[in-house]
């Protein structure tokens, strides 16, 4: 009993394998995601052999395991190892074969060309396969192929491909071309431009696409090929794709400036006083004003509204960019542009290009800062922010802060350097913080006092550097207010061991220069420094070597205009002259050149009396080490304007903008985009449709009488709706009137009453009666009967 009832568990099992097995081949067939499960269990034997079949199952089912492959890169597989195996099937009647053998030559064909060259020929005969889909991939799959030889057999397949009636094989003409200009460049181009002139010209907005990426990178120069699409582009802007609005934006753009007026601006308050666009963007001579446009330029910025919500990040900054060359600030703000940059800040699919766009952010902001002052609370960091972005947010509110909401940023910049661990972001935030200093003296005290408390509370070697940095900055700016920050730096050279030599060499040089505004407590600091001078770091042993002859001349001035009698400066009696006596033979022996020779100068000097030339070298004004906040840089074709940005160099480049050449008539330059002739595919296609029929039609010639459907004699014409497949059967087309005209209203049935009566010609007559209503019954029948024939005929 026990061995029957394993025997029934075991078949069972067996049973319940095989149906997951077939389950799983059959979901395989249906392209479920299933059959990855199912082509595991393939070997590389066999699947070289399904590959090999003749049965075309067998083969869609090898190819379709090398897709899963493909797909899961598996690197244990050598997939070109079956690039023969493959290739051979690229023959096949199968047409989802054909597709799958096309996609595995755009990857490996490239790698292994010598042998991809073989299967030219079978390519080559799938330019002309039905499916249009097999075609483009064919034409992908032999561009890809980067053989010199085989160039001119490329370059004819494109060249009848273009003709294409589908839309798809002609936008892959476009791509084709684009490959052999990346490898032949000057030697196709004769070839390549009159092709992309016939690609500019195509009605599908996909082929244009291509074209357009096509033109952007072969030739952006060639702007002339735009004029008679120029309008026609505008209004197929939004159904292009997105990296062809990226780029046709930007050809726009730039032929703007070379073929359309620039905008006038007109006074508000007195119509007479226009004048054209600056290349400023703030450079506006009127306080109110209103812009006059050229229509083709007023076209392509209308045209640009739609795509300023465009999920595609870079669409929107080159939207912005060409608000911001080719109209006035009045403009800009009300293009809602700056709301969209904005609005792409905290999206979190643009990571990565965030950096960017606050970098062009950080420019519009230079030139404009009010475009985005409503938008402050925006740029505040967040413990998310990468290094980049966080310097580049830091930048954007030192150009922002102004006296209303300087409170506010000043206490955002606090936090940031008492909580944030990266110097880079660090060093931006004192920056910012020295920007706020500059507003105003209260300001500026306040920030100094709060530095010195951080720097005597401990912090960081790195950060030492830039908090010295910024403290010399604010001193600079007014340092007759600052007497008591000058008296706790002193305190700070003495306790703080664990300042850097760059730290102390920059406080040693802030008191140099102090000894201009407050003599007094400057020598005392030489005094202190003396003692340690061989154990001091190489920039502060200079430094000090600069301190010593700094004091050394501002006393020989100020003994001399002191004195009533105008005589020697008696150097033997001087306290500071024995000091820099002394320094300046310590530095006589010191290792570093520069340093014996700071020393061997000063010593000339001042031993030979020359306390003029010794003061134009020492006394001179120095400018601050940070660079005021607000920049209002002007507008202008040269990079160098950015440099003090500190952007990255990809980016000055793209934001490079050129100058508005146009110098000509308004009527000729609208002359030049008069439509040009455009190239119509769809009415080669061999297919018909209800849409195609009445293509030419509008909805009211859909109706029996409408013009198109009769002769001229008033008949309707019939034979141009007869249509003949492929397979030889014949069809009528009709419209929905004629349709529904061939059904017959039912009469609704009449009930038949017999009523019995003693008269025999009643019973007569009741009985005529019920025979003619069976006759009319069955005359209804057959007309209902006839009218289904005629339908299914």
């Known amino acids: 009993?026990?061995?029957?009832?394993?025997?029934?568990?075991?078949?069972?099992?067996?049973?319940?394998?095989?149906?997951?097995?077939?389950?799983?081949?059959?979901?395989?067939?249906?392209?479920?995601?299933?059959?990855?499960?199912?082509?595991?269990?393939?070997?590389?034997?066999?699947?070289?052999?399904?590959?090999?079949?003749?049965?075309?199952?067998?083969?869609?089912?090898?190819?379709?395991?090398?897709?899963?492959?493909?797909?899961?890169?598996?690197?244990?597989i050598n997939l070109e190892s079956y690039f023969a195996d493959v290739v051979k099937n690229v023959s096949s009647d199968d047409v989802k074969v054909k597709r799958l053998v096309a996609i595995y030559m755009l990857r490996y064909a490239e790698k292994d060309p010598g042998l991809a060259l073989l299967a030219v020929n079978s390519v080559q005969r799938s330019l002309s396969d039905p499916d249009s889909e097999v075609r483009s991939l064919a034409l992908k799959a032999i561009s890809d192929i980067k053989i010199p030889s085989l160039y001119p057999i490329v370059l004819h397949s494109v060249k009848k491909a273009i003709t294409d009636a589908a839309a798809d094989v002609r936008?892959?003409?476009?791509?084709?071309?684009?490959?052999?200009?990346?490898?032949?460049?000057?030697?196709?181009?004769?070839?390549?431009?009159p092709l992309l002139q016939d690609l500019l010209a195509d009605l599908d907005p996909e082929v244009v696409s291509s074209a357009i990426i096509l033109m952007k990178e072969a030739f952006p120069d060639h702007l002339e090929l735009l004029h008679g699409h120029f309008r026609r582009y505008c209004g197929l802007l939004p159904q292009l794709c997105e990296w062809s609005q990226l780029y046709l934006i930007e050809l726009f753009a730039k032929y703007c400036k070379c073929f359309i007026p620039k905008p006038i601006l007109v006074d508000s308050s007195d119509a007479s006083l226009t004048v054209p666009l600056s290349d400023d963007f703030t450079d506006i001579p009127f306080a109110v004003y209103n812009v006059s446009y050229h229509a083709d330029l007023s076209l392509f910025l209308d045209s640009m509204q739609k795509l300023l919500h465009s999920q595609n990040a870079a669409v929107v900054v080159a939207i912005s960019k060409a608000y911001f060359e080719l109209t006035p600030p009045l403009t800009f703000k009300n293009s809602k542009a700056a709301d969209a940059l904005v609005r792409l800040i905290a999206v979190p699919s643009v990571a990565d290009g965030r950096a960017l766009i606050l970098q062009c952010i950080l420019v519009y902001c230079a030139v404009d800062p009010?475009?985005?002052?409503?938008?402050?609370?925006?740029?505040?960091?967040?413990?998310?922010?990468?290094?980049?972005?966080?310097?580049?947010?830091?930048?954007?509110?030192?150009?922002?802060?102004?006296?209303?909401?300087?409170?506010?940023?000043?206490?955002?910049?606090?936090y940031y350097i008492a909580n944030d661990q990266r110097p880079a972001v660090i060093q931006e935030a004192l920056n910012t913080l020295a920007g706020c200093g500059q507003l105003s003296r209260s300001l500026s005290l306040h920030i100094t006092k709060w530095l010195l408390t951080r720097m005597v509370g401990g912090i960081s070697s790195a950060s030492l550097d830039s908090f010295v940095s910024v403290l010399r900055s604010l001193i600079q700016e007014n340092p007759t207010e600052h007497l008591h920050t000058m008296l706790d730096l002193s305190r700070v050279l003495r306790t703080q061991d664990n300042l850097s030599g760059t730290a102390k060499a920059g406080i040693v040089w802030l008191f140099g220069e102090f000894s201009s505004i407050n003599f007094i407590i400057c020598p005392d600091v030489l005094r202190v420094l003396i003692p340690n001078f061989s154990r001091e770091p190489k920039e502060v042993r200079l430094q000090i070597v600069l301190l010593a002859a700094k004091l050394l001349s501002w006393e020989i001035d100020n003994s001399r205009n002191s004195s009533t009698e105008g005589g020697a400066f008696d150097a033997e009696n001087s306290r500071t002259a024995q000091m820099a006596r002394a320094v300046f033979y310590l530095a006589k022996f010191d290792d570093d050149f520069d340093i014996r020779d700071r020393s061997r100068l000063f010593c000339s000097l001042f031993d030979n009396e020359r306390y003029e030339i010794a003061s134009l070298l020492l006394q001179a004004p120095k400018p601050s080490s940070i660079a005021p906040m607000t920049l209002h840089m002007p507008l202008s074709g040269n990079a160098s304007s950015f440099a003090s940005l500190g952007l990255d160099p990809d980016t000055e480049d793209y934001l490079t903008f050129c100058s508005w050449t146009f110098d000509g008539d308004a009527d000729e330059s609208s002359a030049l985009r008069a439509p040009a002739q455009t190239k119509d595919y769809s009415r080669m296609k061999t297919s018909f449709s209800s849409s195609t029929f009445f293509g030419a039609k509008t909805g009211n010639n859909f109706s029996r009488d409408s013009p198109a459907a009769q002769t001229s004699d008033?008949?309707?014409?019939?034979?141009?709706?007869?249509?003949?497949?492929?397979?030889?059967?014949?069809?009528?087309?009709?419209?929905?009137?004629?349709?529904?005209?061939?059904?017959?209203?039912?009469?609704?049935?009449?009930?038949?009453?017999?009523?019995?009566?003693?008269?025999?010609?009643?019973g007569e007559i009741s009985q005529e009666a019920s025979e003619s209503d069976d006759i009319s019954v069955s005359s209804s029948t057959e007309s209902d009967t006839e009218s289904e024939i005629d339908v299914n005929t």
Request: with cysteine; hydrophobic share 35%.
């Open 1 to 76: 009993m026990v061995d029957s009832i394993s025997r029934i568990a075991s078949a069972f099992e067996s049973a319940r394998e095989l149906t997951l097995e077939a389950a799983a081949v059959a979901a395989s067939r249906l392209g479920e995601s299933s059959y990855h499960r199912y082509s595991q269990s393939i070997t590389p034997e066999g699947l070289r052999s399904l590959l090999n079949s003749r049965n075309s199952r067998e083969v869609r089912d090898g190819m379709k395991r090398v897709a899963s492959l493909m797909a899961c890169d598996d690197p244990t």
């Open 171 to 193: 936008c892959a003409v476009g791509f084709a071309l684009l490959k052999l200009y990346r490898e032949q460049r000057e030697e196709l181009t004769n070839d390549i431009l």
């Open 370 to 414: 009010s475009t985005f002052s409503r938008f402050l609370n925006k740029f505040f960091l967040f413990p998310s922010d990468d290094t980049n972005t966080a310097i580049a947010k830091l930048k954007i509110l030192s150009t922002l802060v102004d006296l209303n909401n300087v409170k506010r940023v000043v206490s955002e910049i606090k």
């Open 714 to 762: 008033g008949a309707q014409s019939h034979a141009s709706r007869d249509f003949t497949s492929s397979a030889g059967r014949k069809y009528k087309l009709q419209s929905l009137d004629e349709f529904f005209s061939d059904i017959p209203v039912k009469d609704q049935r009449k009930r038949r009453v017999i009523v019995e009566e003693e008269s025999s010609d009643e």
